[in-house]
């Protein structure tokens, strides 16, 4: 099945932009369903956006500062984050579903922004 690799995670400043990438060990032309969540010390992982069927939602705390982008022809998903703030510090998870291999993650990516 289809492996995913996050990268892009690092250090930035309040206000500042990151662009996570995803990168998939095979085709994800058929996957429909594939997204990124978060998960901060001490708290659950949440939804932080999602694609399913080419229509994207994100989380309300993210709405108008993250967009979720796919590139098939790369194998790749994107999520670009603007505007960030401390509290968007977490670990990043690319994530996808399908009915053959339920959900699958990659290892997350780890984002820290400074006030």
């Known amino acids: 099945q289809v492996q995913l690799v996050e990268s892009g995670g690092g250090l930035v400043q309040a206000g500042g932009s990151l662009r996570l990438s995803c990168v998939a060990s095979?085709?994800?032309?058929?996957?429909?369903?594939m997204g990124w969540y978060r998960q901060a010390p001490g708290k659950q992982r949440e939804l932080v956006a999602t694609?399913?069927?080419?229509?994207?939602d994100y989380a309300d705390s993210v709405k108008g500062r993250f967009t979720m982008s796919r590139d098939n022809a790369k194998n790749t998903l994107y999520l670009q984050m603007n505007s960030l703030k401390p509290e968007d510090t977490a670990v990043y998870y690319c994530?996808?579903?399908?009915?053959?291999?339920?959900?699958?993650w990659g290892q997350g990516t780890q984002v820290t922004v400074s006030s």
């Open positions: 095979g085709s994800i032309f058929s996957i429909n369903d």
């Open positions: 694609i399913i069927n080419n229509g994207t």
């Open positions: 994530t996808y579903w399908t009915l053959r291999t339920g959900a699958q």
